[in-house]
């Protein structure tokens, strides 16, 4: 499980959240807590520790350089245990992060040097009945249709995560897209990281 201190880039998808959703109504346990509807563009990124004011300008400057986008989500992809959504149209800004930092292996290298991006659904479906409902109660879903407006930079504290700063794509501070986010949870494009009331904070989730 990763350690307060962690850090990850991402691009929350509040439209998205209805995919995790349904597979909370199947089983609560497949769905992380405290963790919205993302795509992660490094994960895990620099620790708290080491980063600094030009690693910070680098997330904002390179998220300039890419416009915001209308993002169709169609296709489900499994693993063991693993449903998720593709994301493709992310992927050039998942490489990019990726080539910007290129000493960090994404989740650790776990799946890979490059995974696809993606919005995870659900984790840990090793049962194969209940793997099949959340492919269909997923599938049910799609098409569907949101947009990706910000880059978010998100840590891990004994509270659970948070954003430090949203960097808007395109490099044009719009509508729900602050430098700095506090509590805009309900905020569309620029929404903070939670943890609901209840969830432990000592196995805290781990974006994917």
Known sequence: MPEPGTTAVVIVLPDADPLLDAARRIDPALVRPGVPAHVSLCHPFLPQSALNGQDEEDVRSLAARFPAADLLLEDIVTASGFIAVSVPQLQPLVDAFRGQWPGLRPYGGRFGARPAAHVTAALGA????????????????????????????????????????????????????????????????????WTPPGASSTTPAEPS
Do not use: H
Not at 143 to 164: D, F, H, I, K, N
């Open 126 to 193: 090793d049962d194969p009945a209940a793997a099949a409902r959340v492919r269909d109660a997923v599938g049910s879903l799609l098409p569907l249709r949101t947009r990706a407006a910000a880059v978010q930079l998100v840590e891990l504290t004994r509270e659970g995560w948070r954003s430090r700063f949203t960097a808007p794509l395109g490099g044009q501070s719009g509508r729900g897209c602050p430098r700095r986010t506090t509590s805009s949870a309900g905020r569309r494009g620029g929404r903070s990281w």
